[in-house]
């Protein structure tokens, strides 16, 4: 069967743009830039979320600090070598650009309104890693491949919580899910062995119901979700690694 690599990776975020655009890259004469949208939590917290840009997208002075809008596409991976270290990149490859009618008006998230939603369907490529907060809280990361046009593949990383973190312990590699979520922004700090501290964002999708894919790929065995009360910044903190 033919794969829809749309329906396999896509989302939906509202915003503001927090910085002025970054040349990013350019591919055959097509030239791309990066920015940083802070999508608001229903805490009153916010992510951070790096996004790329085609120029064909938008007119040179429209990308303001402050600009609301609303920007539709998909989750992507890539490799950066540094210091021959491989580091997984993670950015929102947008597809549409829409900007927001009322700029005055503070963009906030709301139940009713969609600002934070992905959808992917992918493999889990890595054994999942299932733990438990001091709080009794069970958490776990998953590392998921999303198939992209011309053999290439995004690896997202994921985390689950409650009785989807329990059922996702058990995943084998291979194993085909559909997770609807958001992303999200995590600060940590990263240990050096000179004994010096790096500060560090991590990106994620939250879930916030899970499927699992059959073999045919067109029906669900099973489904499970968690109830969608977001976490709050200071719990959030306090089960991170």
Same mark, same amino acid.
């Given at each position: 069967m033919e794969t829809n690599f749309l329906e396999n990776n896509n989302l939906v975020l509202v915003g503001k743009i927090t910085e002025e655009k970054k040349f990013s890259h350019e591919i055959y004469g097509e030239k791309f830039y990066s920015f940083n949208l802070s999508v608001p939590r229903l805490s009153g917290n916010a992510d951070i979320i790096p996004i790329t840009i085609s120029e064909r997208l938008f007119k /040179? @002075?429209?990308l303001k600090i402050d600009a609301k809008i609303s920007v539709k596409g998909q989750f992507r991976s890539y490799n950066s070598y540094e210091n021959e270290k491989n580091k997984l990149i993670l950015t929102v490859f947008a597809k549409d650009i829409e900007f927001l009618e009322n700029q005055d008006e503070e963009v906030v998230a709301s139940?009713?309104? !969609?600002?934070n /939603? !992905?959808?992917l369907i992918g493999y889990i490529c890595k054994a999942p890693i299932y733990r438990q907060t001091p709080f009794g809280r /069970? #958490? &776990? @990361?998953?590392?998921? &491949? !999303?198939n992209r046009a011309y053999n290439k593949s995004d690896y997202i990383p994921c985390i689950a919580w409650g009785r989807n973190a329990r059922f996702c312990s058990k995943m084998e590699v291979g194993t085909e !899910?559909? #997770? #609807?979520?958001?992303v999200q922004s995590r600060?940590? =700090?990263?240990?050096?062995?000179?004994?010096t501290v790096e500060p560090r964002v991590a990106y994620e999708v939250s879930i916030a119901s899970l499927e699992l894919v059959n073999k /045919?790929?067109?029906e669900l065995e099973d489904e499970l979700s968690v109830e969608r009360n977001e976490v709050s910044e =200071?719990?959030?903190e306090e089960t991170a690694e």
């Open positions: /040179e @002075d429209e139940k009713d309104l !969609v600002s /939603e !992905v959808t /069970e #958490i &776990a @990361d998953i590392l998921l &491949a !999303v !899910v559909k #997770i #609807i979520g958001r600060m940590y =700090e990263k240990k050096h062995e000179d004994g /045919e790929g067109n =200071e719990k959030r």
